[in-house]
């Protein structure tokens, strides 16, 4: 009922910078909730995951589900170009082109997961998973989980464009509903598995990474049948040749998503064979109990990315200038929120996982220093994901990416600052990006103003600097 009568206070609205801060904070207000719901469900997760393995199986769960997470960067950033271009055709009212673009994307990534998929079979037969991982479980166990969880990852791949649609009509609140009730479905399974299958990695895998799929093929249908009927993906719809600056738009958040993932992938893999399996839990968990705050941000970048997007088209630029003083605010505002979490971390750990982990409280302390550069960060490139404006960003990302294994080592094996070696790294890439973002949306927002539906980024390679 709530959710009814704020839609249609929002329908009420006249069009412009009024009904798109309206619908700016209803999904913010909406997100909120479902992200509340949703982390008190991870928590919950984590808890009984504990409880299912041991800290050595949970903490090389956590390196199998990182590493295979670099699935998520074969759709060469289509997911975040489909976004973009869906709030751009949407934004002049373009359902044609939508639907070429929609039903392109499915069909690029079709053609991308059967190779795909073919190729792990083969891998899948002769890797020795136990000396990848440093560990030595049974290999049987630590096969099939493999494969559950690759294959679990890769069917969700395929089925995330509707989020991307769902992000790009500016109705993040659906997505996270999604997201929410894929975290949901498992959680029910874990706590019986904890009792009466404990240290199965695969009733884990099952459980986290297939459940999922199911939710998400029930979305996809029902959306496209229903609200999304004219935007469909259809075979006849297939364009690539016309889809050309979708996918120009695609690889240049494809470099700066293969940077991402592979910093975060690499940082538990760096972890579990320079100092193992159990520290890896405790990073995990450190990480994700300071993120919390950063979560918090994201919610309300999320919903103002494609939002971004549309005042870009429309050539809003005082809208966008006005949003983003706001958002530094409420950076600043999470900033202090970080600092408290630091005081409280000893007892909140105690209540969460009990005696089992011990914080060091010199890696809390720099990990702050971490989250509180992110929160900038983000602000930053969340304006710069908005207006298609990633050349730049994609860049950095690349160099930062490559340079971080060496730096990160370097840490570790030289001057010998343990654990924290990978948070300095990640601190110092964090700090360079804040200047360069501010520099690059400065220059942004000093262009002409563009025609309404022109192309938000020439289709030309994004390393081209002509």
């Known amino acids: 009922m709530v959710i009814n009568f704020l839609k249609g206070y929002i329908n009420s609205q006249s069009e412009g910078d009024k009904a798109r801060t309206t619908k700016v904070n209803f999904n913010i207000a909406v997100s909120f909730a479902l992200r509340a719901a949703s982390i008190v469900v991870s928590f919950l997760t984590v808890s009984f995951s504990l409880k299912l393995l041991d800290t050595n199986k949970y903490g090389i769960w956590l390196a199998i589900s990182s590493t295979v997470s670099w699935i998520s960067i074969l759709d060469i950033g289509l997911a975040n170009g489909l976004r973009n271009k869906v709030a751009e055709y949407l934004a002049i009212k373009n359902y044609e082109e939508a639907k070429i673009a929609v039903s392109s994307t499915y069909a690029i990534l079709f053609i991308i997961v059967i190779p795909v998929l073919l190729f792990f079979g083969v891998v899948l037969k002769f890797a020795n998973w136990n000396s990848i991982f440093n560990t030595k479980l049974d290999e049987r166990e630590l096969g099939l989980t493999v494969a559950t969880v690759f294959v679990g990852l890769l069917m969700q791949f395929f089925l995330k464009p509707i989020s991307s649609i769902l992000q790009g009509d500016q109705k993040i609140y659906k997505s996270n509903?999604?997201?929410?009730?894929c975290n949901f479905i498992p959680l029910i399974p874990i706590i019986c598995f904890s009792k009466y299958l404990r240290g199965s990695m695969v009733a884990l895998a099952i459980a986290q990474t297939i459940l999922p799929?199911?939710?998400?093929?029930?979305?996809?249908?029902?959306?496209?049948k229903t609200q999304?009927?004219?935007?469909?993906?259809?075979?006849?719809?297939?364009?690539?040749?016309?889809?050309?600056?979708?996918?120009?738009?695609?690889?240049?958040?494809?470099?700066?998503?293969?940077?991402?993932?592979?910093?975060?992938?690499?940082t538990e893999l760096i972890i579990t064979r320079e100092f193992g399996g159990p520290d890896v839990t405790l990073f995990n968990l450190l990480f994700k109990y300071f993120s919390t705050t950063g979560l918090i941000l994201s919610i309300i970048?999320?919903?103002?990315?494609?939002?971004?997007?549309?005042?870009?088209?429309?050539?809003?630029?005082?809208?966008?200038?006005?949003s983003i003083k706001k958002l530094v605010r409420v950076a600043c505002l999470l900033l202090a929120v970080t600092l408290l979490q630091l005081l409280l971390v000893g007892p909140v750990f105690k209540i969460w996982v009990g005696e089992k982990i011990q914080v060091p409280f010199t890696l809390s302390l720099v990990m702050v220093?971490?989250?509180?550069?992110?929160?900038?960060?983000?602000?930053?490139?969340?304006?710069l994901n908005g207006t298609g404006k990633v050349r730049v960003q994609a860049i950095v990302s690349l160099a930062t990416a490559i340079l971080h294994i060496p730096v990160v080592l370097f840490f570790i094996r030289t001057l010998h600052f343990g654990l924290n070696s990978l948070v300095y790294a990640s601190?110092?890439?964090a700090l360079i990006q804040v200047f360069v973002w501010r520099k690059e949306i400065n220059s942004v927002l000093k262009l002409e103003p563009k025609t309404p539906g022109e192309e938000l980024i020439e289709p030309e390679l994004i390393f081209n600097t002509k």
């Open 301 to 322: 970048l999320a919903t103002y990315w494609s939002a971004f997007t549309n005042a870009f088209a429309l050539n809003d630029f005082t809208w966008i200038k006005t």
């Open 177 to 181: 509903l999604i997201q929410l009730i």
């Open 427 to 429: 601190a110092l890439w």
């Open 369 to 383: 220093i971490y989250f509180c550069i992110t929160l900038f960060t983000s602000v930053y490139s969340m304006v």
């Open 213 to 224: 799929v199911c939710v998400l093929i029930v979305y996809t249908i029902l959306l496209f």
């Open 228 to 266: 999304y009927a004219t935007i469909s993906p259809s075979l006849r719809k297939v364009n690539l040749a016309k889809s050309k600056s979708l996918f120009g738009l695609s690889f240049a958040f494809f470099i700066v998503q293969i940077a991402g993932v592979f910093l975060y992938s690499t």
